[in-house]
Nanobody, 119 residues
Framework: QVQLVESGGGLVQPGGSLRLSCAAS????????MGWYRQAPGKARELVAT???????NYADSVKGRFTISRDNAKNTVYLQMNSLKPEDTAVYYC?????????????WGQGTQVTVSS
């Protein structure tokens, strides 16, 4: 079991920055692929970025060059640095922990944190 708690969301003007944090507890954090997803009103949840235990990253095309995902295994925390924010980045952002095994995939979600980009 993994418990995830996100923080760092809020209201920011277009062009501004925010850093989201996701603190994990309850299992061995370093073995999980960690990810950030987002869901805007009326839209499906979508991948924003992922980072493996070894530090390999993957980003949605819409955030490449603006967002950076990182992790600190010693602190059991994953971060999402968001720069040059746009109104279309407005969404609830969710942290995800994924462990893939030969027989089953374990996936855990945080409660989400609201990010609003508006002037």
């Amino acid at each position: 079991q993994v418990q995830l708690v996100e923080s760092g969301g809020g209201l920011v003007q277009p062009g501004g920055s925010l850093r989201l944090s996701c603190a994990a507890s309850g299992s061995i954090f370093s073995i999980y692929v960690m990810g950030w997803y987002r869901q805007a009103p009326g839209k499906a949840r979508e991948l924003v970025a992922t980072i493996t235990s070894g530090g390999s990253t993957n980003y949605a095309d819409s955030v490449k060059g603006r967002f950076t995902i990182s992790r600190d295994n010693a602190k059991n925390t994953v971060y999402l640095q968001m720069n040059s924010l746009k109104p279309e980045d407005t969404a609830v952002y969710y942290c995800n922990a994924l462990k893939v095994t030969p027989t089953f995939n374990y996936s855990y979600w945080g409660q989400g944190t609201q990010v609003t980009v508006s002037s």
